[in-house]
C-alpha cells in the first residue's frame, strides 16, 4: 500500500470518523456525494468506488452508466458542523470511466485539462472568487423570500442579525482549511459576502462547492434558507460571484510589469483582451440560467456591456488598485449559480487565446457605461452581453475556441439543458403577464 494512503487510513483512523463523504459534481454545479462506512476506506482509496452515472445531470446515457469515484487525497476534511463523535469527513473525487480514463464528462477533469494547456506554456491560472448570497426565513419548512434583516452594505449588529452565522460560517470553513480574508453584509436586505483566499483555479472551484454547501447546510441549522440564486427579488441588486484571476509564471505574478502602463505587463493586457473578445460565449457557462440574465442589466452594480477599466466598476474588466504579485484582472459577470470548474475554464481558454495571440483588448472606459446612450457605445465599440440564456447558448455554439475548452461531451448535455430549460421558460405563463394583461383584455 503507498505510503500515502497508509497515513490517509491512519488520519481518517485519528479523526474518529466513522462516515467518509466521497463528494463529486454535476453538469450544473450541484455537489453530489455517496456516502461509506470508514471501514471501506482502503478500498476507496485504492481502488476507487463505483456508481451509476445515469442519473446524473449532463453525465452518461443508462447503457454507458458505471463511473468509479476516485479520491482526491488532498480534499479531505472534516465536517466540523457534524458531532465529532462518530465525526464524517469529505473526499472530493475525480470521475473516471471503469477502465480508469478520466470521464471527459467530469467538470473536475474539464478545467484540469485547461489548466494542463495553460501549464505548457509555463502558467499556473489563479482565481479568487467574491460570494454574494442571501439569507431569508424559511415557514412551514420551505423556503420563502422574506428578508432575514434589514442591513445595508457594511452593517453590523443589531441591524445586521446574521453576523452570528458569519461568524460560525468561518469558523467551520477555516477548520477545514480555507483562509478567509474579509466577510461583510452587503448593499441589499439579507444579502451577505464571505471571501477567502485566491489560489490555483482547480483548488478555489473545489472551495465554491464546499463553500456553498456548508454556507446551506449551516443556514438550515439556524431555521434560515441561504440562496445563491442570481436575482431572487426584482428591483434590488443580485448576487454575483465576481472573479479575480491572474497567472503566475515561475513563481511570479505574470500580469504585473513595474515598467508598463498602469504597470500592468503585456500578458495581462492580452489576457484582458482575449477574455473580453470571447465574453459572449464565456457568459452561458458563468450565467447558466435563466435567472442570471435577470441580475445583468443596468443599476444594479452587475456588468452589462463587453468592456474594462482600471477603476469603472460598470466595466466586464475591472482592475483593481492593488500592484506587485497582488496585480489582477476582476471578471465581473459570473454569478454564483455557475459551475465554477466550467467557468474557470472558459475564463482561461479565452484568456489564454489572448496571451498566445497577443490579442490586444479595446481602449479602457473611464465613464460610466450605464449612462451612456446606445450611439455613444456604439461609438466607443462597446458590445452588449447576451441578454438571456437562449442568446448566451447561441454564442457559446458559435465560439469554437470555447466549445473546444469544454468538450463535446459538455457542449452536448449544456445544449439539452438550455433548450429544456428556454422551452420551460417560454411556454409558461408568468405572475407579469397576468399583472399586465389579464384586467386589460
Not at 491512519?10 to 467518509?20: M, P, Y
Not at 483566499?197 to 483548488?203: E, F, P, R, T
Not at 467557468?343 to 473611464?366: C, N, Q, S, W
Request: glycine content about 8%.
Amino acid at each position: 500500500m503507498p505510503s500515502e494512503i497508509s497515513a490517509m487510513l491512519e488520519r481518517i483512523e485519528r479523526d474518529n470518523a466513522r462516515f467518509l463523504r466521497l463528494q463529486f459534481t454535476d453538469l450544473l454545479g450541484m455537489p453530489k456525494n455517496v456516502a461509506i462506512p470508514a471501514k471501506q476506506a482502503e478500498k476507496a482509496l485504492t481502488g476507487g468506488i463505483g456508481f451509476d452515472g445515469s442519473s446524473i445531470e449532463g453525465f452518461v446515457r443508462i447503457e454507458e452508466s458505471d463511473m468509479v469515484l476516485k479520491p482526491d487525497l488532498s480534499t479531505y476534511a472534516l465536517l466540523p458542523w457534524r458531532p465529532r463523535e462518530n465525526g464524517v469527513a469529505r473526499f472530493i473525487c475525480d470521475v473516471c470511466t471503469p477502465d480508469g480514463k478520466p470521464f471527459e464528462g467530469d467538470p473536475r477533469y474539464v478545467l484540469r485539462r485547461a489548466m494542463d494547456d495553460a501549464a505548457r506554456d509555463g502558467y499556473v491560472f489563479n482565481t479568487g472568487p467574491e460570494l454574494e448570497f442571501f439569507l431569508f426565513r424559511m415557514i412551514d419548512g420551505g423556503p420563502t423570500t422574506l428578508f432575514q434583516d434589514v442591513g445595508g452594505y457594511f452593517d453590523l449588529a443589531p441591524t445586521d442579525l446574521a453576523e452570528d452565522l458569519r461568524r460560525e460560517i468561518i469558523i467551520a470553513l477555516t477548520e477545514m482549511g480555507f483562509e478567509i480574508e474579509a466577510s461583510h453584509h452587503e448593499v441589499a436586505e439579507s444579502q451577505h459576502e464571505i471571501d477567502f483566499k485566491y489560489s490555483d483555479a482547480l483548488h478555489t472551484a473545489d472551495n465554491v462547492i464546499t463553500f456553498k454547501f456548508a454556507v446551506k447546510t449551516m443556514a438550515l441549522m439556524r431555521g434560515l434558507h441561504a440562496s445563491f440564486m442570481a436575482k431572487p427579488i426584482y428591483g434590488i441588486n443580485g448576487s454575483g460571484m465576481h472573479t479575480n484571476c491572474s497567472l503566475e509564471k515561475d513563481g511570479a505574478n505574470a500580469f504585473y510589469d513595474p515598467d508598463a502602463p498602469l504597470q500592468l505587463s503585456e500578458t495581462c493586457m492580452h489576457f484582458v483582451g482575449g477574455l473580453l473578445r470571447h465574453a459572449r460565449a464565456v457568459t452561458r457557462v458563468a450565467n447558466p440560467t435563466i435567472n442570471s440574465y435577470k441580475r445583468l442589466v443596468p443599476g444594479y452594480e452587475a456588468p452589462c456591456y463587453v468592456s474594462w477599466s482600471a477603476s469603472n466598476r460598470s466595466a466586464l474588466v475591472r482592475i483593481p488598485a492593488p500592484r506587485g504579485n497582488s496585480t489582477r484582472a476582476e471578471f465581473r459577470s459570473p454569478d454564483p449559480t455557475c459551475n465554477p470548474y466550467l467557468a474557470f475554464t472558459a475564463m482561461l481558454a479565452a484568456g489564454m487565446e489572448g496571451v498566445r495571440k497577443g490579442i490586444e483588448p479595446p481602449t479602457d472606459v473611464h465613464k460610466n457605461i450605464y449612462h451612456m446612450t446606445a450611439a455613444e457605445r456604439d461609438h466607443n465599440g462597446i458590445e452588449t452581453l447576451p441578454g438571456d440564456l437562449y442568446a448566451a447558448h447561441q454564442a457559446l455554439l458559435a465560439d469554437d475556441l470555447i466549445c473546444t475548452a469544454l468538450g463535446p461531451h459538455v457542449v452536448d448535455a449544456l445544449t439539452s439543458v438550455a433548450q429544456a430549460e428556454w422551452e420551460s421558460y417560454r411556454a409558461a405563463v408568468h405572475p407579469w403577464e397576468l399583472e399586465r394583461y389579464l384586467a386589460t383584455y
